[in-house]
């Protein structure tokens, strides 16, 4: 399992996306403001997804 790193864009959970801003051992601490939609959402800004719950759409260095 390919781990993100902090600044890979990530997807999970039937198409949220999220900025990575922090690497846990078994998690990932997720910004979500940076989807267009975010404010329609109504959810909180960040959210911790677990390493197997999400796909790595883009890194950093991509």
Do not use: C, P, W
Request: charged letters at 30%; aromatic letters at 6%.
């Amino acid at each position: 399992m390919k781990v993100a790193e902090v600044g890979s864009i990530v997807e999970f959970k039937d198409g949220l996306q999220g900025l990575v801003e922090k690497v846990n051992e078994n998690s990932v601490i997720v910004d979500l403001t940076i989807m267009d939609n975010f404010y329609e959402l109504e959810m909180e800004e960040k959210t911790v997804v677990n390493h197997k719950r999400y796909k790595i759409l883009h890194t950093k260095d991509a």
